[in-house]
């Protein structure tokens, strides 16, 4: 149910593309050194490809880039939803808006995800559309798992640049 929720939820953001990952954190930073973070280390410094930034408020980071369109945001009934459902503290969520014609947009999603993570130590989740996750954090181990993606090609999880092992995140959540 609430899977089904969250989803719904992320339909109401008035979500149209076809393709979109959402990545929780749950992380000690606040807000303002997150947002601080991303501008300054992977905006500024062209870890992606030419990003903008379009809103910069007290509530809300988002901008636009070749891959995606992304927006950071603290709290909300969803993620309260997320981290009962998946028994973690998560304060942050991401939505990435994926642009399917940018033929490397895997690869700078996961490029930027890994940035996050090698700063701040914490839980993470990244759901594939809402309902798969395919990334968990806990516990100090970051577990990958694909194989529910309907892609031809695996997503490039080595770009994240940190240790993680393969495995069914389903499963081994109970065991984290």
């Avoid at 109401?12 to 749950?26: E, P």
């Avoid at 947009?105 to 395919?134: A, H, R, T």
């Amino acid at each position: 149910m609430v899977k089904y929720l969250h989803g719904l939820i992320n339909r109401q953001k008035g979500r149209r593309g076809n393709m979109f990952y959402d990545f929780m954190l749950g992380i000690d930073s606040s807000f303002d050194e997150l947002k601080e973070f991303i501008i300054e280390e992977i905006i500024k410094k062209n870890i992606i490809n030419n990003v903008k930034v379009v809103v910069n408020s007290e509530k809300r980071l988002s901008f636009i880039s070749e891959a995606f369109n992304s927006s950071l945001s603290a709290g909300g009934q969803g993620l309260i939803f997320m981290s009962e459902d998946y028994n973690m503290n998560l304060k942050y969520s991401m939505d990435f808006d994926i642009h399917s014609e940018y033929v490397r947009w895997p690869e700078e999603l996961m490029i930027f995800i890994g940035c996050i993570i090698k700063k701040y130590s914490g839980e993470y989740v990244l759901e594939s559309n809402g309902d798969n996750p395919i990334l968990m954090s806990k516990n100090g181990i970051i577990i990958v798992d694909d194989k529910k993606l309907k892609r031809i090609t695996r997503l490039p999880f080595e770009l994240l640049g940190i240790n993680y092992v393969e495995g069914n995140i389903e499963l081994d959540i109970n065991n984290m």
